[in-house]
């Protein structure tokens, strides 16, 4: 990757192993622990909390609202067209589930990559092709020309579903750059730039932000990003909730409290 | 293969189980869509008409466009088309569309559009993963719920399938994403002529009866789902034309002076999401999302957090008013609740449309025929001890029971007035022998084709002419409906009848010479004039070209003012070819593709005349010639000289001036006069020298 530095265990661990010599060792998560076991030899095991300075947070994440989407997809198309040139859910690195069925607000689940602090993708990729690329704002990347297509990242991302993405189409793992290296699209993205995603998304349920999210659970990324005019258009968080619009003809004393404004 | 076009469209015999492909290649000249399914239709069963629609030579044509399966706004509808067990006199080569998911998904699998052929001999479903067709036994499926359905069918395609996860579906192609399944309910199995497809919840193609067609080809579902990519021409322009285009949507965190059109009457217009819902709008009320069809930045619909109302909107989710005698309550586009008629039972308001999903019936026809069932019974025509033995609770006709009872009724053909009332109210009408009387009385206000009607023919004229000239009612709303009516019926419109006018006129090229196109005064330049051919020739071809081929929705497009920009001009006509031409890589004009759509309304016409249609079968009831209009209808007129809003009331339609305007429309569009027939030249011009010969052949060139 033009101008990116890797550090040199990663290029070591390519040329130790090729696509073909890792398939060989059989089953995925046997290989994964052997070669977890062979490339941090030198390295803090990946269930050690690794320091700071070894990971350094990245200086742009994707938070969103999952009960603000409205599951049009726009996200994913934009994402997968500015990649890509073309227009594929499957190929898209951020991705929107939804049941027609279900009930709010289960019934959609938004998953972006999250930038990890402590990436698992980078931690456990066997050669190096996941990478913290500490010119481009530290965003965790994936190298697709170092990519060997054994798809540990896919495995030990932690998230579910997992937020690395499987090409098919090159047989390679990708993952959110943050729209840094998008050929297709006339905006500079990256951490000083755009995301296709949060530009496209009708309903700006998806916000780029600079300071880490709490990392433990969903709360520090699923955020609240509705204001009052989302409510007076009577999409209510719980039954008791009264839109400002309506509260002058309805309301009781007491019966209505502002929400706060949206929060980062 | 141009961008936006896998290349192929899937062709199934359900007869001898044979599955084959079509290249699209062959039908780019019509665009996609409506355009290429009316081409493979007068291709594969033109020579043989006229024949019945539960004959096995009816097709059943599901068509994407060039935009399916991209983020190209409003775009996401499947185009069904087929000679329509729902319409009337003649079950008419029709269409009906549907939104949600099914063409994004289809698209992705590597196909253009399916071609149904024949019948099976015992019951079917096609199950499509990528390029991978089969034809399934319905065993177990056959009988159930339209939602039952579905979810057992994507239970089939994908077993490992759980919501938020991903799913291997072959060979390593992931996706997230669930099957997406349209099909009929037992309202179809059993060929009722109201019923629906239904996709997702509450997505239904209503207008036509194809769930019926579905029903008489013993297939009760149709599965896609994909992990292929839909080519884009020029992608950089493409991405801009989309960033571009959010001018014109709704902004949700600061909308456009939100006090004045987020009020009441605003909410169909605004382009606010969630506003098609209107159950769910009178305190307390029930957490919702918008809920959005692929790639609409508008998500006119809800799912709510009792799960029930789920993707309605309109009609779907107000059919069953229960416990109210008043019309809808509030929609979700906000305003003063205060003002409208509450539905006392907003739940189970809700629980009686999703009943009326469940059973697979069009809930437009249900609205006629469950009306003309009310009337029948005080006329003391149906009830207990009568002839048509019908036992409904009609002292209870506000209740969820009612509903129950009258759904299953018309789903199961259950008695001999079951059996003639899933013919659907002007085949009930023809056969309780009291057509003429009731349609032209306008007791039954069945105003075109067997449709009911929806606004008014006699003021709104280029919806009743629009519908007239074609097969079905038009169901166009944003040509003039919701901006121009529910605009002047908001009492606080944001353009004057003149800007309006003018506004109108620049977006509808190729005429925007023409000041009058949208007067709906009685003056020269008014509803019979030279300026409403224009107007009803632009709808027709807006019709067929975008909403038809392109996949359009006809609740957002065409755009040719809108609140949410400074100057209130909207996206037509700039953003269509735009994103047409970046998606495809042609580069077309506007009027270009406008020409396309006087092409394919050509060509639908020809099959029409084929079937039977002349001109003389293009009137409406007496009705709207005789009785007065009752109003309602609010619409830009050039009275004495000045534009105003005027609803028109006390109009109605002058008989021998309609019929002047009609032949004026038909030499306009290259059609004969005396009969309504297209002509040789004009077809010839449009390279359809075959469907010339073909009317020749039947006596029918014009």
Redesign the interface.
């Known amino acids: 990757m033009p101008g990116s530095k890797k550090p040199d265990k990663e290029a070591a661990a390519k040329k130790k192993f090729s696509r073909r010599d890792f398939i060989a060792t059989g089953g995925a998560v046997v290989a994964v622990d052997a070669l977890i076991s062979t490339t941090t030899a030198d390295a803090a095991p990946a269930s050690a909390a690794p320091a700071p300075t070894r990971y350094p947070a990245s200086k742009g994440y994707l938070v969103y609202d999952s ?8 996200c994913m ?2 994402c ?3 990649h ?8 898209s690195r951020i ?11 289960d ?3 938004m ?1 972006p990559c999250r930038q990890c602090l402590t990436p698992p993708c980078v931690i456990n990729c066997p050669v190096g092709a996941a990478f913290i690329d500490e010119e481009n704002g530290n965003i965790r990347r994936i190298d697709a020309e170092k990519c060997i297509g054994c798809k540990t990242c896919l495995a030990m991302c932690p998230q ?3 937020r690395t993405v ?1 090409n ?2 090159i ?1 390679k793992s990708t993952k959110c750059d943050l729209c840094l290296d998008t050929p ?3 905006e500079k993205g990256g951490v000083n730039g755009k995301q ?1 995603c949060v ?2 998304c ?3 349920a998806i916000k780029f932000v600079t300071t880490p999210p709490d990392q433990k659970e969903t709360e520090g990324y699923d955020v609240n ?1 509705r ?1 009052d ?2 409510y ?12 400002p ?2 509260a ?3 309301r009781k004393p007491g019966a209505f409290k502002p929400k706060p404004k ?1 929060k980062e | 293969m141009k961008g936006g076009y896998t290349g192929k469209i899937l062709r199934v015999n359900l007869t001898d189980k044979s599955i084959s492909s079509i290249p699209t290649e062959k039908y780019e000249e019509f665009g996609g869509g409506h355009g290429i399914g009316s081409a493979v239709f007068f291709d594969l069963v033109g020579d043989q008409l006229p024949f019945d629609a539960f004959d096995p030579r009816n097709l059943i044509i599901m068509m994407n466009s060039p935009f399916s ?3 190209m ?1 409003g775009s996401g509808r499947c185009e069904v088309q087929g000679l329509a067990p729902g319409l009337y006199p003649i079950e008419w080569f029709g269409h009906s569309n549907f939104g ?1 998911r099914f063409t ?1 998904q289809l698209k ?1 699998a590597g196909w253009d559009g399916i071609v149904v052929e024949g019948k099976a001999d015992k019951p079917v479903w096609i199950n499509i993963i990528d390029d991978k067709v089969t034809i399934e036994d319905a065993n177990g499926v056959w009988g159930m719920d339209t ?1 039952d359905t ?2 057992e069918v994507a239970r089939r395609v994908v077993p490992e399938l759980k ?4 799913a291997d579906l072959s ?8 099957p997406a399944v349209v099909c009929c309910g037992p309202a179809g199995e059993n060929l009722s002529r109201i019923a629906c497809l239904l996709h ?2 509450g997505s239904q193609a209503a207008l036509g009866g194809y769930g019926a067609l579905f029903g008489s080809k013993n297939l009760k579902a149709i599965s896609a789902i994909g ?6 021409a020029d ?2 322009a ?3 034309a ?2 571009w285009f ?1 001018q014109f ?1 709704w902004d ?4 456009r002076e ?1 006090e004045k059109f ?1 009020q009441r009457g605003y909410s169909l217009i605004n382009g ?4 098609g819902n209107v159950s ?2 009178s ?17 006119c619909r ?6 029930d109302s ?2 309605s909107v309109c009609a779907g989710s107000m059919f069953a008013r229960i416990g109210s005698s008043g019309f809808m309550g ?9 003002k409208m008629p509450a539905i006392l039972n907003g739940k189970l308001t809700r629980q009686a449309n999703d009943l009326m999903h469940k059973f697979g019936l069009g809930h437009w026809q249900l609205m006629a025929t469950s009306g003309y069932i009310s009337y029948l019974h005080r006329q003391g025509i149906i009830g207990k001890g009568k002839e048509y033995e019908c036992d409904l609770p009609f002292d209870q006709s506000s209740t969820f029971a009612y509903h129950e009872a009258l759904y299953r009724l018309l789903s199961a053909r259950e008695g001999k007035f079951g059996d003639l009332a899933a013919e659907a109210a002007a085949r009930m009408a023809e056969k309780l022998g009291r057509y003429d009387e009731d349609v032209n009385s306008g007791a039954l206000r069945l105003s075109y084709w067997g449709t009911q009607e929806h606004y008014s023919s006699q003021v709104e004229v280029e919806w009743g002419f629009g519908s007239l000239l074609g097969e079905r009612d038009l169901m166009l709303h944003m040509m003039a409906n919701y901006p121009l009516h529910w605009m002047a019926m908001s009492g606080n419109p944001y353009l004057t009848a003149e800007e309006a006018s003018k506004l109108y006129a620049e977006a509808m090229v190729p005429y925007q010479d023409d000041r009058y196109l949208v007067d709906y005064g009685e003056g020269p330049t008014g509803v019979y004039s030279d300026s409403k051919v224009k107007q009803v020739a632009w709808v027709k071809h807006y019709e067929k070209f975008w909403i038809g081929a392109g996949g359009f929705c006809g609740w957002r497009w065409p755009m040719c003012i809108t609140n949410n920009t400074a100057d209130r001009r909207g996206a037509t006509p700039q953003a269509e070819p735009k994103f047409w031409n970046a998606v495809t890589g042609d580069n077309k004009t506007f009027g270009d593709y406008m020409e396309l759509g006087h092409k394919i309304y050509t060509l639908d016409r020809s099959i029409w005349v084929l079937q039977g249609r002349h001109r003389d079968m293009e009137v409406f009831p007496d009705y709207v010639y005789d009785n007065p209009s009752r109003g309602g209808s609010e619409m830009p007129m050039f009275i004495d000289g000045k534009w105003v809003y005027d609803a028109g009331q006390g109009r109605a339609l002058d008989r021998e001036k309609t019929e002047e305007f009609k032949s004026k429309f038909y030499a306009f569009e290259g059609y004969n006069p005396e009969n309504g027939y297209p002509k040789r030249d004009t077809l010839e011009k449009m390279n359809l020298k075959k469907v010339a010969d073909q009317l020749e052949k039947q006596g029918k060139l014009g």
Request: glycine residues 12%; charged residues 15%.
């Open positions: 009960k603000k989407c409205a599951g049009c997809t726009t198309l934009a997968s067209l500015v890509y040139g073309e227009q594929n859910l499957s190929l991705q929107i589930m939804q049941d027609s069925f279900g009930k709010f607000p019934d959609v689940v998953a579910q579903p997992h499987w098919h189409k047989n297709y699209w006339n296709a530009e496209s009708p309903m700006k990003l204001n005019y989302w007076n258009l009577g999409l209510v968080e719980n039954s008791t909730h009264i839109p619009a309506m002058s003809s309805q949206a | 399966g991209t983020f706004p949600g994004a992705f939602w579905q979810q919501h938020g996860e991903w060979n390593s192609c992931y996706t997230t994403q669930v997702g919840a992990s292929g990519s839909v080519p884009i992608p950089k493409f991405m801009d989309r960033l959010r949507q949700v965190d600061n909308p939100p987020a606010a999401p969630s506003g769910n709008g305190l307390p009320l029930v957490p919702a999302r918008a809920a959005a069809c692929a790639s609409c930045p508008r998500g809800m799912r709510l957090a009792s799960g789920n993707e509030m929609g979700g586009g906000g305003g003063d609740a205060s």
